[in-house]
């Protein structure tokens, strides 16, 4: 993973992401999925949740303070995850990782009675600072469940565009379906305003899917920074 040798600002927008240790599956079922994703709800607060307290509940139904950063885009893979976001306030991102990692592994060495590390070190980070890299990482991230089903697509060798859309579509562990304008609780997690209109843009499978080729060819020296996550 790569070094995160960066200073975080308000008002910039980061690539941030982790990994599990030793590249281990980090969501083993639908409650680690779940309790993740509440997470990254609960977690953006400026002042502590504990999800033990509202045990039961919704996302939306889970009190919080205001929150310390902006997420554009998210997604969880096996034995990784990833997140757009903007920091909203003075070291808002650092704190929103450290409250997101520190309760999933409380929650997830509880559960499977294991001690330790759960991920490989701290998060990873990239600094978005063009529109282009921006554009390129939103398409990456909400694409990137594809790697599930065909493990060669990040290569421009997706052998079934038709069975990729329809399973990044229909894949519940992203952001990409409050985009497609699907109704349901996880769109609290996202805040779109404060990203650029263009990210409207990408609803169209074949889109993103042109956006990502098209950013290979223009800028692979960028491309191929930070994504070395699987």
């Known amino acids: 993973m790569s070094s995160r040798n960066i200073e ?14 030793d590249k281990r599956k980090i969501f083993l079922d639908k409650g680690d999925h779940e309790r993740f994703v509440k997470l990254l ?12 307290n509202y045990q039961g509940l919704a996302l939306i139904e889970i009190p919080k303070g205001d929150p310390v950063v902006d997420v554009g885009a998210w997604c969880l893979m096996p034995n990784h995850f990833h ?20 309760g999933y592994s409380m929650y997830f060495n509880t559960k ?3 001690k330790g590390a759960l991920f490989e070190g701290p998060f990873g980070a990239k600094h978005l600072d063009t529109d282009e890299y921006l ?21 421009k060798k997706i ?7 329809k399973f990044i579509t229909s894949y519940a562990y992203s952001s990409l379906q409050d985009y497609l304008g699907c109704q349901r609780n996880e769109r609290a997690i996202i805040n779109s305003k404060t990203f650029p209109d263009y990210f409207s843009s990408f609803t169209d499978f074949s889109d993103m899917l042109k956006e ?10 960028i491309s191929r ?3 070395d996550i699987t």
């Open 112 to 114: 499977y009675r294991r």
């Open 212 to 221: 990502w080729l098209d950013f290979e060819s223009i800028y692979p020296e």
């Open 159 to 165: 052998k079934d565009k038709a069975a990729a859309k």
């Open 8 to 21: 975080f600002g308000i008002g910039e927008y980061y690539h941030v992401f982790n990994r599990g240790t």
């Open 225 to 227: 920074q930070g994504l």
């Open 135 to 155: 554009k390129y990482q939103y398409a990456y991230v909400h694409l990137n469940p594809i790697g599930i089903i065909d493990s060669s697509w990040k290569e």
């Open 41 to 52: 709800y609960s977690a953006n607060s400026v002042t502590p949740v504990h999800l033990s």
């Open 83 to 102: 997140l757009l976001v903007r920091e909203k306030q003075e070291d808002g991102l650092s704190q929103y990782m450290h409250k997101l990692l520190t």
